[in-house]
Structures are given as C-alpha cells and as structure tokens.
C-alpha cells in the first residue's frame, strides 16, 4: 500500500483554496500508484476558521454531503486515489472536528471526530462543540488503519484505548507550530516516544499556515519509538510510505 503524506499550506476560511489544493495533488499524484493522500487536521476550513459562535459557525462548518467534499470525492474517483483530509463537521446543531477518508471510488470510508477536547477555545459551549466518542477505522489494500486526531494520543486514557486497537497503522493528522528550532531542539523525539507503546507505524501529517502562530508543515513515520521516514518541518510537499 501506498500512501502520501502531503504537508500543504491552508487559508483560513477559504475553502476554494483549501479544497483546491487537495484537488490539484489528486491530479497530481493520479497514476503514481497512491492509495491514499492525507492532508492534516481541519485543512478544508484551516485549523483558526472558527469564531466559537454558533450562528456564525454554522456557516463555517461543513455536513458530511457538502458541495465541496462531494465535488473532491468525484475527483477522487477521476483520479483512482483515495483521500482523507480534516474538517470542522456540522451535524445537527453539534460541531466536530473530523477526519473523513474518501476512497478512490469517491466513497466515504471512515468519518473520526477527535475524542479529545484540546481543539475548542474556552469560550465555546461544550453542550454545542463536542468530542466524538468512537474509535473508528477503515480498510484499505488489507490493511485495517486507525485514526487519532492530535491531542487525542497525548491523553494516557485515551492512548491506551488506541493501543487496545488491532489495527496495522495509525494516522495521525494534526496541527503542531513549533518553531524549527524547537521541534529539533528536542520535541520531534518527544513525539517519536509518546507513541511508541501503539506498536504499529504512526504516520503524522503537519499543515503549514501563515496565521500569527505559523505553522511549519512536515510529515513524519514512527515506530518503535524512532523516526523512520521525515519531510522535515519547515518543508512542504509529500512523504511517499510504503506499508
């Protein structure tokens, strides 16, 4: 199986790029053989999109059927690669932020809303921004993959549920902005080691953001507590893993 890492950069709120960017690397990468191509956490609407206001979020958050994830799922398919990418989700009067994967025959697989809060500002109402409370997964090529969303692996309660999981890898999109100089300075080990005990390969995938506090890109393979495949922060582009 062969799957993309792809450390791309977002706007906030414009969806037109930020779905356009996903689009242009299915295009890109259709007859290269990917599987998969995963982008990083709330990349469709950017990670700062939200004003913890509900009735102005809900012309930010996105249902399942949009337009604009319907319209990618149907390049998905022109392209014969699948996709996953995060979004901030609408769903009754409730918002999540959710990982969906979408095959390359532009079906959803798997749609995981984060099981930690680390994602809300204080202000937001609890009652209306949530967590997701199941540990999804998909299938693809034979391989059974989970999903954790950022901080959901820095809770040990919650890191002990993903390690209760048989499953052959995990992806792990996030939103990191340390600077280069820190993340080398000693936090990329410390995220190595942190998911060790999964025992499976964990594949993270970085964004990039000019928002105030930037964000550096990079996509990163763990495994046994050890990098084994980096596009480094501070790098945009694709990571190629073979599983």
Known sequence: ????????????????????RMSSWLTRCAGLRYDLLCFGESFAQGFDALTWQPDRDVEIALMQNNSHIQKLAETAHACQTGIGFGYIEHDEKYFYSSYMVISNQGNQLVNFRRVSPGWKERVSDPGIYQEGNAFGSFHLEGKNIGIAICGD????????????????????????????EDWFGGEREEYAKRVAALNR???????????????????????????????????????????
């Not at 799957?3 to 414009?14: K, Q, S, T, V, Y």
Request: glycine fraction near 8%.
């Open 1 to 20: 199986m062969r799957i993309g890492l792809i450390a791309d950069r977002f706007i906030n709120n414009d969806l037109d790029h930020n779905f356009g």
């Open 153 to 180: 692996l820095w809770h040990d309660e919650l890191l002990e549920r993903f390690c209760e999981q048989e499953k052959d890898l995990l992806l792990w999109p996030l939103y990191i902005n340390y600077s280069p």
């Open 201 to 243: 390969p964990v594949l993270m995938i970085n964004s990039l953001s000019d928002a105030p506090e930037k964000a550096y890109g990079g996509a990163y393979v763990f495994e046994n507590g050890i990098v084994k495949q980096e596009l480094a922060l501070g790098e945009s582009g694709i990571l190629t893993v073979t599983i």
